[in-house]
């Protein structure tokens, strides 16, 4: 029941390897629409619309089919499924189809949180991916909520100096920004700095991103001199 399947190569066909143990095994899985994939029901599992399908381009279709591979094999709630939603999500995202993403990524959250609870690193970052999309389409009070709810998780489950800390707290400055929460979100993106200063270094590329933020704080506050100061930091990173 330990299955793991690679892409091998982007055709109509599509050959994946699939472990068992020590020993694997070729199968072949035909991109073919979803009736005539899976008329056994599974294709509800993924949740597909024909809006979707019309647009799908070739390398949405090759996720979905090494999806539809993993549920026939694995069933709807194993892990890599959660991985599997996730991805899909990440590749909508990047294609900036916002609505698909998020509908995929609350799919991977509700396996997660079903095979493993709510406060799981897991389900924390699909919260955060869902967080970001929210940030993206405006809806800000939605994407704190989100952010906040991961910060939560992260904080019970990883050292309070956690990277990953720092990066949920640059989410939330981001969001209180876009609000106009300025000393809110100043003091979040203060907070992800310490974090990174102690754990990256103070030459990482990602501090040069806070350093942006927090001179754009300053810019919106009318402290010029340290928004200078801040932007001067950040360059000398880059």
Request: charged share 30%.
């Amino acid at each position: 029941n330990k299955f793991r399947s690679i892409a091998l190569r982007a055709a109509k066909v599509n050959t994946f390897i699939v472990g068992v143990g020590v020993k694997s095994q070729t199968v072949k899985v035909e991109a073919k629409d979803d009736d005539d994939m899976d008329p056994t029901g599974q294709n509800f599992v993924l949740g597909d619309t024909m809006e979707e399908k019309r647009y799908d381009d070739h390398e949405v279709k090759q996720a979905k089919a090494v999806l539809r591979f993993n549920l026939r094999t694995l069933g709807p709630d194993h892990v890599q499924m959660i991985t599997g939603f996730s991805e899909l999500g990440n590749l909508y995202e990047k294609k900036k189809r916002l609505a698909e993403a998020l509908k995929y990524h609350q799919k991977a959250l509700d396996i997660a949180i079903g095979k493993f609870g709510e406060e799981h690193i897991m389900a924390s970052q699909i919260i955060a991916d869902i967080g970001s999309i929210h940030l993206r389409e405006g809806r800000y009070d939605k994407a704190l909520e989100c952010f906040n709810k991961c910060l939560d998780i992260r904080l019970k489950i990883l050292e309070h100096d956690h990277p990953n800390i720092a990066t949920t707290y640059g989410f939330i400055g981001a969001v209180l920004y876009k609000q106009g929460k300025l000393e809110e979100a100043l003091e979040n993106y203060m907070k992800s700095l310490a974090i990174k200063l102690l754990r990256l270094g103070p030459n990482h590329i990602d501090l040069a991103t806070t350093y942006n933020n927090i001179g754009l704080i300053y810019m919106a506050k009318d402290m010029d001199d340290k928004a200078l100061d801040s932007y001067k930091k950040s360059l000398a990173i880059y």
